[in-house]
């Protein structure tokens, strides 16, 4: 995922703050105070309590004869204990007893058991088939209930109390869907619009959707599918789940949980590829999706390369910032994460011991003697490639005569999702090429290929597995695919080859040992088959250690634990973050304060402050608008107001030039200060600057020339050149081509021919900014309040501030500069090499510059003291201008010697407006929002209260 910038929001957590957080939140103390550091720990406890159920479980029954979860005999196979849905081979109760179990609510679409029903009151369980089922049954260690569907319609009461009593004993919780709704929303959108787009298959075109309704009918019937588990959800849920909702039919969930409660902690895990942002963006509700997804506290995915895409996607169609950790928006962070699924590696090395697991494999063997056997696993579905791969099996026969009558390819392919019309042509064309091979390469006695429309038991399959010389994995994409971990486990004795998909997640995994192969090459599939059933024992060996190491360590039990561990990390992450965050502003408070005081200072940002917001929602904003900034129409008349009152002064603050002021604050009365404080005029006089005469500004030719190398290379980016600055704007370039210029550019400009230059860089969240060096609006308000107080000739101290403004992180120093308490802040950081050269003067005359509000207690000299040098005219840059000599505000005293401002702490405001953190007071969330506060301002009540 991408980096983020420091003044992204990268304020590093003070030891205090988690400190105060830990112990708020009951963390133990001894907690460890990163998130890396409590994950850490976290999976060494479980290592320890695991490998005190080893022990156990070396001196325990063995139970395996009672084990045949997979069994589709038509009874109810699987086992249950306390904890819900088990193997039959977990281990004792008293086992775990040194850590408390994780209540878990586990949704998705499909229960792990389908309903079959038998009569009025009677249902019969069978094990649902899909990796995500085979996966979840692995996880025993958490007190889990599952939530989901049955599989089957149950329209009456009768029924459907029935089978909730049966499900109960499982612990699972019925999710009651109608026909029309799994035709729309299942049938419909999740498996003819989502499961295609995420397998890199496209939309479905107009005549595809027509057999299934309209798009927008079957989205409606997935957010209606979506409530309905909401519902349920809401119903079990108890204080302290954990509810973790899984795949792409339930991507509306986390949003749907937050909204019954935002304490709900939710995850969501997604079993698919998550496509490449330019495949999502196809979609027509792609941004309401992903939205709803971001409201989960983790989600996770099998691979990184998922995780990217996901990010990528909110970062491209959401204009959300992406970071290491997840997915920014308005400080709220979604941690996204990849966390690969297994499988329970021993329930497969296990079950090979049993007698009738033996005995299977022996008439195997026994079946397919003298030829070597070649095995497909796959639920019959368009990702997995079933007919590339009789395709390359195909052009195998062809090519190596000699092998003929000689292997044997065992292709069971299980029906799914029979009710889409795609699925039922599939099966057509899969038969069809099938026949058409087998007519080609078969005998009188044997065919080549043996294809099975059924699904297999779990003893037969892993007799299968174990027996099989070449597993045949060509998925076109698969989330993980599992079959070809289930493979590898039961390959300890014959060390078979495993050709797989480049494109399934395993490959990922799995990929060191097995053949990787493209799986649209038929020519290269061909060849890997020949090579496979050709490799000599020695590199089989080898290639087997490998994926079975990574087979039997990760396991769907440590996938389980690692998920839930981080999602209940995530919210502890979240409330160490939620103390950062500056509150809202107290409007009511803010408000009384202004009526109550005599004289106010009020100082606005202007670019994002007082701007009319240009972002339109799920789009970002407009970039001609904004290159131009124009002040939010809705302000002049209370702007007007506000600064026609004589008991306020009004200043706008701004990195904008002196010409961008003008044309928007020319008509009011009030004070400019462009180019972050640079520049100051009021508006009835003319601009002044505290710019020395001898000012460098050598270095802006040269770093024009950088900032146009890189504008000519980077689409939709531009730069500003200001008297004192340069800015270089990316934000509405390709986001993560833009960052990647950035630190090419921040890297040449640190590091560079202009490295000695005094200047400095500034990087933002979209931008890189270079200034003369040691400006900062913190530094320069010193000097604008000692002018402003001095053209005044202020009488009363200010007794109210209001401080409100969208500013980079290097200009929040002006928030600490009113701070009554706050110690001296560091000066502030600058990689110039010679400050002194370019360094304005006031910053050399003063020593407070940095806003150290104790040291300004010590004022001394009184406002009547003539100040030196008083107003000189000078030509500089832009003629004519009055080079002020700055008079610190710090040092300056009313008549009677009392201090210019009298702050009392409760009656300063700071506020940062769209940023979530920052060194302001409070917050403000948007323009709009600046706006409503100033019409406030200004109403009658407030001009009221002034009178009182
Ligand atoms: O429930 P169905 O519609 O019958 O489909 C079965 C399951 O298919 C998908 O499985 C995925 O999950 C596996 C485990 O994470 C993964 O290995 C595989 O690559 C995926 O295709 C689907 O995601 C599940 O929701 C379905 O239940
Ligand atoms: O006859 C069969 C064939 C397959 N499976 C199981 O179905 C799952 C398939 O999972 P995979 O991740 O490979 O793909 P998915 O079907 O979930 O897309 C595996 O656990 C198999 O053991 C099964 O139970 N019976």
Known sequence: MSSSSPQDGGIPLSNSVVSEAMSRYNLAPGTPRTRLARLIR?????????????????????????????????????????????????????????????????????????????????????????????????????????????????PDEVGQRALSRALAEKRCIPVFL????????????????????FHYLGLPQEDRLATTRSFQSQFDAYKKANQMFADVVSKHY????????????????????????????????????????????????????????????????????????????????????????????????????????????????????????????RELMGRFAGRKLMLGVDRLDMIKGIPQKLLAFEKFLEENPRWHDKVILLQIAVPTR??????????????????????????LTA???????????????????????????????????????????????????????????????????????????????????????????????????HNFTHVTTHTSQEWAETFVSELNDTIVEAQLRTKQVPPPLPVDLALDHYKRAGNRLIILGFNATLTEAADNPGRRGDQIREMEPKLHPDLKEPLKKLCNDPTTT?????????????????????????????????????????????????????????????TERTPRSHFEVRETSVVWNYKYADIEFGRLQARDMLQHLWTGPISNASLDVV?????????????????????????????????????????????????????????????????????????????????????????????????????????????HHHHHHHPPLTTWQPLAFDKLLLHEGSSVLDLKGDNYFSCAVGRKRSKARYLLGSTDEVVALIKQLVEPQAELGQAV
């Not at 308005?330 to 966390?339: D, H, I, P, S, Y």
């Not at 003008?662 to 601009?687: C, H, I, P």
């Not at 900014?769 to 320069?780: L, N, S």
Request: hydrophobic share 40%.
């Open 42 to 154: 976290e999976r060494e406890l479980r290592r320890i309590s695991r490998s005190g159920s080893v022990e156990d479980i070396s001196g325990g029954v063995n139970r395996e004869e009672d084990f045949s979860p997979f069994s589709n005999d038509g009874e109810s196979s699987i086992y249950f204990n306390e904890e819900g849905l088990t193997d039959g081979i977990a281990s004792e109760d008293g086992e775990r007893e040194a850590r408390p179990k994780q209540r878990l609510l586990v949704v998705a679409n499909r229960l792990p058991v389908s309903a079959v029903r038998k009569g009025e009151e009677t249902w019969q369980l069978e094990v649902s088939v899909g990796g995500l089922v085979s996966a979840l049954l692995g996880v025993n260690d958490f007190e889990a209930r599952w939530i989901g569907w049955a599989g089957v319609n149950v």
């Open 178 to 197: 109608d026909e029309e709704i799994v035709h729309q929303y299942y049938n419909g959108y999740c498996n003819n619009i989502l499961w295609p787009l």
């Open 238 to 361: 108890e204080e302290g789940d954990v509810v973790w909702c899984h795949d792409y039919h339930l991507m509306f969930l986390p949003k749907y949980l937050k909204e019954h409660s935002v304490d709900i902690k939710v995850g969501w895990f997604l079993h698919t590829p998550f496509p490449s942002s330019e495949i999502h963006r196809t979609l027509p509700s792609r941004s309401e999706l992903l939205r709803s997804v971001l409201a989960a506290d983790l989600v996770g995915f099998h691979t990184y390369d998922y995780a990217r895409h996901f990010v990528s996607a909110c970062t491209r169609i959401l204009g959300l910032e992406g970071t290491p950790e997840g997915v920014e928006d308005q400080g709220k962070l979604t941690r996204v994460a990849a966390f690969p699924i297994g499988i329970d590696a021993d329930r497969f090395t296990r079950a090979l011991e049993l007698p009738q697991v033996q005995q299977h494999m």
């Open 418 to 443: 029979t009710d889409v019309p795609e699925y039922q042509k599939l099966t057509s064309e899969v038969h069809e090429i099938v026949g058409r091979i087998n007519g080609r390469f078969g005998t």
């Open 447 to 545: 065919v080549p290929i043996h294809h099975l429309d059924r699904s297999l038991d779990f003893y037969a399959l892993c007799a299968l597995y174990a027996v099989t010389d070449v597993a045949l994995v060509t998925s076109l994409r698969d989330g993980m695919n599992l079959v070809s971990y289930e493979f590898v486990a039961c390959q300890a004795e014959k060390k078979g080859v495993l050709i797989l998909s480049e494109f399934a997640g395993a490959a990922q995994s799995l990929g060191a040992g097995a053949i990787l192969v493209n799986p649209w090459n038929i020519t290269e599939v061909a060849a890997s088959i020949c090579y496979a059933l050709e490799m000599p024992a020695e590199e089989r060996e080898k290639r087997h250690k």
């Open 650 to 710: 009004v200043v706008i603050l701004s990195g904008s030039t002196r010409i961008s002021l003008d044309e928007n604050f020319g008509e009011f009365d009030m004070y400019l200060a462009a180019e972050n404080g640079m520049f100051l005029r009021s508006t009835r006089g003319k601009w002044m600057t505290t710019m020395p005469e001898n000012l460098n500004m050598d270095w802006v030719d040269s770093v024009k020339h950088v900032f146009e190398y890189f």
């Open 763 to 871: 990087q933002g969240g979209r931008s890189v900014e270079v200034r003369a060096v040691g400006v900062t609006k913190g530094a320069a308000i010193d000097r604008i309040l000692g002018e402003i107080v001095h053209q005044q000739m202020m009488r009363e101290p200010i007794d109210y501030v209001l401080c409100v403004g969208h500013f980079l992180g290097k200009d929040e120093d002006i928030y600490t500069f009113f701070e009554p308490e706050l110690p001296c802040d560091p000066p502030v950081a600058t990689r110039a090499s010679s400050v002194d050269a370019v360094q304005p003067n006031a910053l050399r005359m003063s020593p407070l510059s940095n806003g150290c509000r104790a040291s300004r207690n010590k004022a001394h000299r009184p406002l009547s003291d003539k100040r030196p040098g008083n107003h």
